[in-house]
């Protein structure tokens, strides 16, 4: 059975910082790629960052050269250091691995708000 346990979400000040965790267990951490999604009410969820297998970084415009993604495939984990934080990055985190020949990811977190406050 795949689980992913997030941690580290919070409220931070306008500027602060972040880093969100997300343990994995039960596949093959190492062979699958892994992402970030953050989801804003009512709105549908949005990739915040995407971490391939060779350690390819994409990243949605508006978190490039703030957030950094990072995975460790010793501890199955995958980590999202969140730097330099805006009010708009208020959201529900959620982190999600083994992507789909269709780019679904297979498996996914129980999210984690994230929320900055002015």
């Known amino acids: 059975q795949v689980q992913l346990v997030e941690s580290g979400g919070g409220s931070v000040q306008a500027g602060g910082s972040l880093k969100l965790s997300c343990v994995t267990s039960?596949?093959?951490?190492?062979?699958?790629?892994v992402g970030w999604y953050r989801q804003y009410p009512g709105k549908d969820r949005e990739r915040v960052a995407r971490?391939?297998?060779?350690?390819?970084?994409t990243y949605e415009d508006s978190v490039r050269g703030r957030f950094t993604i990072s995975r460790d495939n010793a501890k199955t984990t995958l980590y999202l250091q969140m730097n330099r934080l805006k009010t708009e990055d208020t959201a529900v985190y959620y982190c999600?691995?083994?992507?789909?020949?269709?780019?679904?990811?297979?498996?996914w977190g129980q999210g984690t708000q994230v929320t900055v406050s002015s």
């Open positions: 999600a691995v083994c992507e789909d020949v269709f780019g679904t990811f297979q498996y």
């Open positions: 039960g596949h093959i951490f190492s062979t699958c790629t």
């Open positions: 971490l391939g297998t060779r350690f390819q970084e």
